[in-house]
């Protein structure tokens, strides 16, 4: 050691780990979007990740259409950002565009049979540089064929005119939704939620896939995504109890339809009924979803809060053929009862269901109120954000008590507001043998209470003679 005279400073990492927090209703949608009647490099909107934060952005990136069961992620977009008025969303659409490119040898003025989608033409270098509409050229449309005029720049340049046809009608499958991984390794579809962390840094709390997770095979691979997501994450999937003519038309037939769907678990949150405002129908899954978002953006971004019986900004509610269908408050019971939420008109509309997909089968609390469903996997998520820093280092008392200490510390704060009735981490002995520590394997934990929804309040009339004789009285 060097010989010191006079006086020294010196820093140390800080004992407390500041919280890292997840956005509990950051809904991640997959479905289709008419992305071939906008600009932009359709592998960037394909089967990827894309975090949207307004109406407009949503709209530049993937096109708009009012026809929600053809374009199924319009309706989030339509429902979230110009109805409910909450953010963001994560994109995740399926659908390439369906282009036909064709390869020009000496661009000047060249003519295409076919008449194309407005805003769908673009075209390329050989070396894949993409060129500038109104910079490097021109397009003009008629009803039978669009032209592509070179402007000077590239004038007499091979290049490659991508367009898409109006005769091009497309049709989705479930399969589309659910997607898969090919053989080098890039995944579609619902296994592209796997990408959301890696690619945008975001952990989600809410998964929907508009108009297909009626499906069977569709909300089970949301399911799939729903537990250990990344290895890391739980989330809760919101999915739709059909209500077309194949499924439930009236609330009698819920138990039967939500069993014939296979919907039966805590990470599940089914819900039964369009949702109308004005002309337009949303699937129940867009809406609940929006809701949820709204009322955890009302309370800190905490989902301590459940969206039940909370007032939901529509016209009515419908079968998805639009009949109107005006439940009175048993009726919807009965659809709660089953372990399915709906939409009920008490001085305006609301969503009405606290309950998971679990319930009745299952009667732990933890698994059979969304609000406490949420707010378990708000705090796993959080810890494995907080102190993922944390793995790896030398597994020593110092390494314990910053953990114990940075977590009650924030669960005394959450405890303090209200958030929950216990929120307390331990080191105990017990559960440490030697033959764990030894494996480099050290163990916490946790006890945690989120309060559960007031689901009923009941109090007892009882008349009172003396107090009406003592009126009369004049006592």
Not at 156 to 167: M, P, Q, S
Not at 292 to 302: A, I
Not at 337 to 353: D, H, I, K, M, P
Not at 364 to 385: A, E, G, H, I, P
Request: hydrophobic share 35%; proline share 4%; glycine share 8%.
């Amino acid at each position: 050691m060097a010989f010191t005279h006079g006086i020294y400073t010196g820093e140390q990492e800080t004992s407390i780990t500041a919280p890292i927090t997840s956005d509990a209703a950051l809904t991640i949608v997959v479905g289709t979007a008419p992305i071939h009647t906008v600009a932009g490099d359709p592998a960037k909107v394909t089967n990827m990740p894309v975090l949207v934060n307004n109406y407009e952005g949503a709209v530049k990136a993937f096109g708009y259409s009012d026809d929600f069961k053809t374009w199924t992620i319009c309706a989030a977009v339509d429902y979230f950002f110009r109805v409910r008025g909450v953010g963001p969303l994560v994109i995740i659409n399926v659908y390439d565009g369906e282009y036909t490119e064709q390869e020009v040898e000496t661009l000047t003025t060249e003519q295409v049979s076919g008449k194309a989608t407005e805003g769908s033409v673009w075209v390329t270098l050989e070396d894949g540089t993409r060129l500038t509409e109104g910079t490097d050229y021109t397009v003009t449309y008629t009803e039978d064929n669009f032209t592509v005029t070179a402007k000077e720049t590239v004038t007499g340049k091979r290049v490659t005119i991508h367009y898409h046809l109006d005769a091009t009608v497309p049709s989705f499958t479930k399969e589309d939704i659910i997607g898969g991984v090919d053989e080098k390794g890039r995944a579609s579809g619902i296994e592209a939620i796997k990408k959301v962390y890696p690619v945008l840094g975001k952990v989600s709390g809410i998964l929907i896939a508009p108009c297909y997770s009626k499906e069977p095979e569709v909300s089970a691979a949301l399911l799939a995504k729903s537990h250990d997501m990344n290895g890391s994450w739980e989330v809760v999937s919101y999915v739709e109890v059909d209500s077309s003519a194949e499924g439930a038309t009236e609330y009698t037939a819920i138990k039967t339809r939500k069993e014939a769907q296979g919907l039966t678990d805590t990470s599940q949150y089914a819900v039964w009924l369009w949702g109308m405002v004005g002309e337009k129908k949303y699937p129940p899954d867009v809406v609940a979803a929006a809701q949820t978002g709204y009322v955890d953006s009302q309370n800190d971004d905490v989902p301590y809060n459940s969206p039940s019986n909370k007032a939901t900004p529509l016209t009515g509610a419908c079968l998805e053929d639009g009949t109107p269908v005006y439940l009175d408050r048993e009726e919807a019971n009965f659809v709660n009862e089953n372990g399915v939420a709906t939409f009920l008109n008490v001085n305006g509309w609301r969503l009405w269901g606290n309950r998971t997909a679990a319930y009745p089968a299952s009667t732990d609390v933890k698994d059979v109120f969304l609000s406490v469903r949420r707010m378990m996997n708000w705090r796993r998520n959080n810890f494995v954000l907080t102190f993922f820093q944390k793995v790896d280092e030398p597994a020593n008392y110092r390494l314990i008590e910053s953990i114990v200490d940075s977590y009650n510390q924030t669960g005394n704060y959450y405890v303090a507001q209200g958030y929950c009735a216990v929120d307390r981490i331990e080191f105990r002995t017990d559960e440490n043998p030697v033959t764990d520590i030894l494996g480099g394997i050290i163990r916490f934990h946790s006890m945690y209470s989120p309060f559960l929804p007031a689901e009923t309040i009941e109090t007892t009339f009882e008349f009172d003679p003396n107090a009406l004789t003592t009126a009369l009285s004049g006592e």
